[in-house]
């Protein structure tokens, strides 16, 4: 009995280990070529699974025999900076000083277009972003049709003097950006894109000129039929049901994800290019923080939501997909507060995030 017991000690061990070794291949695998590799690019997707086994396994370890946690502690160490991008722990987070500029980035889904906007039926959306007294707001997926009319946006969004919205891609929707203060230009990132895009905004605050960039990244082309499919393996998951499901998300993700890295790589360079400008890059990405996109864009940039938000952060929230794929992004002289992704309003599939920024002092 004692033999069989320390048998299946090193059985679990051995597979805490593989699990150990999983979490690791995710963490690092931002740093995959998503050209060459663009299946494994996907692998950071599976982070949070990996993190959560590796978890359990450290709790386990703790109770029956406490020498087999440092397999767990040790992964952990390792991964200590993705699981902070993953999942902040930011649990005393300071007030946003006087002065501070309220950025809102939010995938508003075409508004509802079939709702309208009226005192006794307002439009859900357009409430949100009136009360939301952001200075700059971007919004991704932006369309005035059906009932509602770009005359009743302008309207509900009267206070903003600033706004500039144009198509992204060949045949897109629109990107938007709506401001309290001088919007000095905004040009279309060059990259191709059939029906994404970003903007390039200078927007004058003050004695300075910021730098933003709206984006509204490649997206993965995830049908409704591909997104039921996912949703039946979460529900039942038999092995039929897992192969055929995982092997269309696979493909969608791989043709998407190298696609998107060069939209990334686009982005990164005219920030390299502006090196030492107040910048501000915010939008839906499309795809999880622990990303090939998301580290070359944020490689010069600080993330709002690791530096002030708690969480995960979960800002996609349909079709059983939950990941933080809404971000802002901000440049070294920045200072970024009470970061959040409110999930008090679901009538997009998206969750706004919103952030106070503040510029840094130079000197105490």
């Not at 059939?194 to 300075?208: A, M, P, R, T, V």
């Not at 998107?260 to 839906?284: H, L, P, T």
């Amino acid at each position: 009995m004692k033999y069989i017991g320390r048998l299946l000690g090193w059985l679990l061990l051995g597979l805490n280990i593989l699990i150990v070794m999983g979490m690791l291949f995710c963490a690092y695998s931002p740093y995959l070529d998503p050209v060459r590799h663009p299946v494994l690019a996907c692998s950071g997707l599976a982070f949070p699974i990996f993190l959560i086994l590796t978890v359990l396994f450290l709790l386990f370890w703790l109770v029956v025999y406490y020498k087999y946690a440092l397999a767990s502690v040790l992964g952990m160490v390792c991964c200590l900076s993705t699981i902070y991008t993953f999942c902040p722990l930011n649990f005393f987070r300071e007030e946003a000083p006087e002065g501070s500029i309220k950025i809102l980035s939010y995938n508003v889904m075409g508004f509802e277009a079939d709702h309208p906007d009226t005192p006794d039926n307002p439009n859900m959306i357009l409430k949100y972003l009136k009360e939301s007294n952001a200075d700059i707001i971007c919004m991704q997926e932006y369309s005035a049709g059906g009932r509602l009319k770009q005359s009743d946006i302008d309207r509900a969004l009267s206070e903003y003097t600033y706004k500039n919205h144009q198509k992204a891609g060949k045949n897109g929707g629109q990107i938007a950006c709506y401001s309290r203060f001088p919007i000095l230009s905004a040009n279309p990132v060059k990259y191709t894109s059939e029906f994404n895009g970003s903007i390039l905004y200078q927007i004058k605050i003050e004695n300075d000129t910021i730098l933003l960039i709206n984006n509204h990244l490649e997206s993965n082309k995830l049908t409704i039929d591909d997104r039921e499919k996912y949703v039946r393996m979460i529900k039942s998951p038999e092995a039929s049901n897992v192969k055929a499901s995982m092997r269309t998300l696979l493909k969608k993700l791989s043709e998407a994800i190298p696609i998107r890295a060069q939209q990334a790589d686009s982005i990164a360079q005219i920030i390299r290019q502006q090196e030492g400008k107040s910048f501000i890059v915010c939008g839906d990405f499309n795809t999880s923080p622990i990303s090939y996109t998301h580290r070359i864009i944020s490689e010069n940039l600080t993330d709002a939501f690791t530096e002030s938000g708690r969480g995960p952060g979960i800002s996609y929230h349909k079709n059983g997909f939950y990941f933080r794929i809404d971000n802002i992004l901000v440049s070294p002289n920045f200072k970024t507060y009470q970061c959040t992704v409110d999930n008090s309003l679901k009538n997009s599939d998206h969750y706004p995030i919103w952030c106070y920024v503040t510029k840094k002092k130079l000197f105490p």
